[in-house]
């Protein structure tokens, strides 16, 4: 019976977060910009609707006819040369509206306004564009929180006396997992709540007749590993992304992690049915051998008489 395949068990921080900035624990500092902050805190930060609003708050800037100090003061502090290019083009636009506004003669003053406005709304826009980039540098930078709150920590349950049945642990995992995705069913893509559901359907018969029957070492290795390891890994992996990359950031496979979470549940799936399949047939093997068992015992008997 093969065990089925899934993620490995070492943590490594998200595509975003290191498209953010960040390295892995233990890596060699690369001095390419500000002190970096935890993978963790970075991912915190960026699922908090509180600090994005309070980072946001250059928009204020291009807002009251600005644009080249907000891309200005981003490409310096985030190191990006296309916005402090960008910077440059607003500032040269806004000069030249300035000069056609004080120059003689009436076209070249509604030229002048009209390149003004042009630039506001154009800086403006491209301020928002540029937002959502520039909040996942922004969280990759080392220092204040901006009264970030701490995620709260489940208070410890103590155990019931007495070991508890393998298989009925396993169902209220899965039970919790089973939730999970459905709680979260808007930020997962298409087809992978589906296919959770799928997964479900085929463990918990499964687990009834474990926890009925028993299984092989073997078989609860490998149960065990899906609900507890594999499928809520899956999913947590995919929901600490933010949700934009996710859907459109194609790695070196060529697939978005929205796709290849969905691939990752039909493999599960697939694992799933090959291990139901596999702990059913050593149970009608055990039969089977019972059945022969019998008829060579009461056959005998019968030629004996």
């Known amino acids: 019976m093969s065990a089925v395949g899934g993620p490995g068990t070492g943590e490594r921080p998200s595509r975003a977060l290191r498209r953010a900035g960040t390295r892995p624990a233990g890596s060699a500092p690369v001095r ?3 002190a970096q902050a935890p993978a963790e805190l970075v991912s915190r930060r960026l699922r908090s ?3 994005r609003v309070a980072n946001s708050w250059w928009l204020a800037i291009p807002a009251v006819g600005l644009p080249w100090l907000a891309f200005l003061y981003m490409g310096l502090r985030g190191r990006r040369p296309t916005w402090v290019l960008a910077a440059l083009g607003y500032l040269l636009a806004a000069g030249g509206a300035a000069t056609l506004i004080t120059m003689d003669g009436l076209l070249l003053g509604v030229l002048g306004w009209l390149l003004a406005t042009g630039t506001w709304g154009l800086g403006l826009v491209h301020s928002i564009m540029a937002n959502s980039t520039w909040l996942r540098i922004k969280a990759a930078f080392t220092g204040a929180e901006h009264a970030l709150p701490q995620p709260e920590r489940p208070s410890p349950v103590q155990a019931a006396p007495g070991p508890a049945d393998p298989a009925t642990r396993l169902q209220e995992r899965l039970h919790d997992v089973v939730r999970t995705a459905n709680r979260n069913g808007g930020r997962l893509p298409d087809g992978a709540v589906p296919a959770v559901r799928e997964i479900e359907d085929v463990l918990r018969p499964l687990l009834a007749h474990v926890a009925k029957r028993g299984a092989e070492v073997e078989a609860l ?4 590993a899906i609900v507890t390891e594999y499928l809520p890994g899956a999913l947590e992996n995919y929901l600490d992304l933010p949700e934009d990359y996710a859907l ?3 790695g070196p496979s060529g697939s978005t992690p929205a796709e290849e979470l969905v691939a990752q549940l039909r493999l599960l799936a697939d694992g799933a049915r090959e291990l139901q399949r596999a702990v059913y047939d050593h149970d009608a093997q055990r039969l089977s051998v019972q059945g022969r068992f ?4 009461f056959r005998r008997s019968d030629l004996d008489l």
Not at 221 to 224: I, P, R, V
């Open 32 to 34: 390419r910009g500000p």
């Open 221 to 224: 290795h490998d149960l065990e």
């Open 49 to 51: 609707r509180t600090w």
């Open 248 to 250: 459109t950031s194609r």
């Open 294 to 297: 019998l008829d060579a015992k």
